[in-house]
């Protein structure tokens, strides 16, 4: 998993390039609609991996995608609604953006252990 912290005003796709770095090869990615560029595609094909992004409705070349892999971005939405229920994330007290990314990454790992306690 990565986190990327970046203006609210900015568009996902701008920083998809830092997110997409290093993938492993024969990776799939899966993304939502946000995502669908053909240089964002090209980046994740160049590294070996596999791009699973629905089309947008106004793309002229359709691109094939598996519903059934999609569903598995199901996890990530549920992630960030579990990371919105800490108070100091969802209202954003911190001024600066590193100390509320370090808080970010706090919770992830709360999260994270919490998902491992109750499966042992």
Known sequence: MRLLISPGQDHDATCAQALLE?????AIV????GYDA???R????????IPNIPNTSNRKKRFRWSKALYRHRNQVERFFNKLKQFRRVAT????LGVNFFA???LA??????????STA
């Open 92 to 95: 954003r007290y911190d001024k």
């Open 30 to 33: 899966i993304a939502d609609k």
């Open 103 to 105: 808080f970010v990454k």
């Open 108 to 117: 992830s790992v709360r999260i994270w252990l919490r998902s491992i306690e």
């Open 22 to 26: 290093g993938l492993e090869r024969r």
């Open 38 to 40: 053909d240089r964002i």
């Open 42 to 49: 090209a980046l994740i094909r160049a590294q070996g991996a």
